[in-house]
């Protein structure tokens, strides 16, 4: 054995305090990526005509729920790494509205 003693288990620590953090980066990455998905079938779903509007509705609800699942993915790892205050994550990620709010939304402001 070389090096000093507990020398093995601190690089072991590191390693792992490493890969928390690339965790952590990935899964913000994967939740900014879902949300700009979300941002992109919301525009779909409020432009389309009426015939089209009950498709894009679906289609915005399946990216809505791969984002909320990906939100959850990102507090799930911020809770990992010792971050118990999500408030930044509300602010800056939000979760997107169902259909029915985001069409009703826009209706009102018409």
């Known amino acids: ?3 000093r003693p507990g020398e093995g288990v601190r690089r072991v620590e590191r390693e792992i305090v490493g890969e928390k953090a690339a965790a952590l980066g990935r899964a913000g990455e994967r939740l ?3 949300l700009g998905e979300a941002r992109s079938a919301a525009a779909r779903l409020l432009a389309a005509e ?3 509007r009950a498709r894009r509705a679906q289609e915005y609800a399946a990216v809505r729920a791969r984002a909320l699942e990906a939100r ?3 507090l ?3 809770e990992a ?3 118990r205050r999500h408030a930044t994550v509300d602010q800056q990620y939000p979760e ?3 259909a029915e709010a985001l ?6 402001l018409r």
């Open 1 to 3: 054995m070389s090096g």
């Open 32 to 34: 900014e990526r879902v």
């Open 103 to 108: 069409v009703r939304r826009t209706r009102d």
């Open 81 to 83: 790494v010792g971050l």
């Open 96 to 98: 997107p509205p169902t």
């Open 72 to 74: 959850l993915a990102l």
């Open 76 to 78: 799930i790892q911020r």
């Open 50 to 52: 009426e015939h089209d």
